[in-house]
């Protein structure tokens, strides 16, 4: 009897562990220098969107020009307050491109196996509850704050599938990995691996073939600038190209890149202020501004140099962090909308910009927090939610009636 309690006992003790070594494995610890990484990049887009679709047509576009009354750049001149823009315009890119480099490098690898059904759920929950969350909050503020008398993009559920670009492209790309694109790449020596690499770069980087891709179809060339970048998280953790190199060169990297950048943008200055005198200062004169592609080489070298830098850090894990970033998905479906663009464009960012640039910037700065915050507290809310509905269901679920 006493023989038959202790082998009950083991058998006890060995379940639990099989099922702690189980569980560990299913709940694997995320990283938080890259949890940290992933809020660093939110940010990025969050303001990147905040210039692309209220600063920019603040600047260029004769409407928006005309409605806001703050023609203050419409001179033929250099102004070196769009310097600022400028640095700001590649944010954008290189924080989508920052994700899905981050999702190679932990996709990418042997006995990783991709839960897509898992993924596709929590996409679509997440896409659902911000969909409903905008539809309610726009017609809110335009009733009940606003009486009718300010615009907002007003929502409607069928806004569900027609926004947020970043949603299908990201899952395509997870989709590939988990059809056959991760086994595929294991499957490559460090050579050939090497070789894949360098074959989609060009695709997406020549002329031609890129115009090619994207006759076939709208964002194909983004695809292939996608696939590269998603690989190369992969070959980075598999064979870590970079480790031989300190932390300063990638420093360096992006110093000399943005001097490119700035040295790009004043000859674009230059090219339409000379357009505009050649014909003879005809009519009014509009700024304009140049945006970098997904797949442009500025994007990738930026994209990888802060890669490998938030890679370096050594920092304990927070749990502070990594719930964070778990919600960086709900922010950006929460402001990537024209519902929120449409309050950003309430504030006079033209006239802040050419009368007081840290101003500017300071407003920028705060606007964009308040943003995220705002998406993590309705990220929490949705936990919530979620939270009380699988209770209700699991009570309207008819218990299962014992066999006689």
């Not at 639990?16 to 939110?42: C, D, H, P, V, Y």
């Not at 307050?81 to 042997?110: D, E, Q």
């Not at 839960?115 to 409903?132: M, N, R, T, V």
């Not at 699988?390 to 299962?400: D, F, V």
Request: aromatic share 16%; proline share 2%; glycine share 6%.
């Amino acid at each position: 009897m006493e023989l038959t309690k202790n082998m009950n006992a083991d058998n006890i003790l060995r379940d639990r562990q099989a099922g702690g070594e189980s569980l560990t494995k299913k709940r694997q610890i995320r990283s938080s220098n890259f949890e940290l990484l992933r809020i660093l990049a939110m940010l990025m887009i969050i303001v990147f969107h905040i210039v692309n679709h209220c600063v920019e047509p603040q600047i260029t576009d004769a409407d928006s020009i005309s409605r806001m009354g703050n023609g203050l750049f419409n001179n033929p001149v250099i102004y070196k307050k769009f310097y600022i823009l400028y640095t700001i315009i590649p944010f954008g890119k290189i924080g989508v491109a920052i994700f899905v480099l981050i999702s190679g490098y932990f996709l990418v690898k042997k006995g990783s196996q991709v839960d897509i059904a898992k993924i596709a759920k929590k996409l679509l929950l997440q896409l659902g509850f911000a969909s409903l969350v905008l539809v309610f909050a726009s017609a809110f503020l335009y009733r009940c704050v606003w009486h009718g008398e300010q615009y907002v993009g007003m929502r409607t559920m069928l806004h569900f599938n027609t926004n947020s670009w970043f949603v299908g492209y990201y899952f395509l790309l997870v989709l590939l990995g988990f059809l056959f694109l991760n086994k595929f790449l294991i499957s490559l020596s460090g050579k050939n691996y090497f070789t894949f690499l360098i074959v989609f770069f060009a695709l997406s980087q020549f002329s031609w073939t890129g115009t090619m891709a994207e006759s076939l179809a709208t964002g194909v060339r983004v695809l292939l600038a996608g696939i590269f970048l998603y690989a190369l998280g992969g070959y980075i953790r598999l064979y870590n190209p970079f480790d031989k190199y300190r932390l300063w060169p990638f420093l360096l990297v992006i110093a000399l890149t943005y001097v490119v950048i700035y040295v790009s943008c004043y000859n674009n200055m230059v090219q339409k202020i000379e357009d505009y005198l050649r014909n003879g200062s005809n009519g009014t004169f509009y700024q304009s501004f140049f945006w970098w592609g997904d797949y442009s080489i500025v994007v990738i070298i930026l994209s990888v140099a802060i890669f490998e830098i938030f890679r370096r850090i050594k920092m304990p894990n927070s749990r502070v962090i990594n719930f964070i970033a778990s919600g960086t998905f709900m922010v950006y479906l929460l402001h990537d909308n024209s519902f929120t663009y449409s309050i950003f464009d309430m504030k006079d960012w033209a006239t802040l910009l050419a009368e007081n640039p840290y101003s500017f910037m300071l407003g920028l700065t705060l606007w964009t927090l308040a943003t995220f915050v705002i998406g993590e507290l309705v990220y929490v809310v949705y936990l919530g939610v979620g939270m009380l509905l699988r209770r209700g269901m699991n009570m309207a679920i008819k218990p299962h009636s014992p066999k006689e």
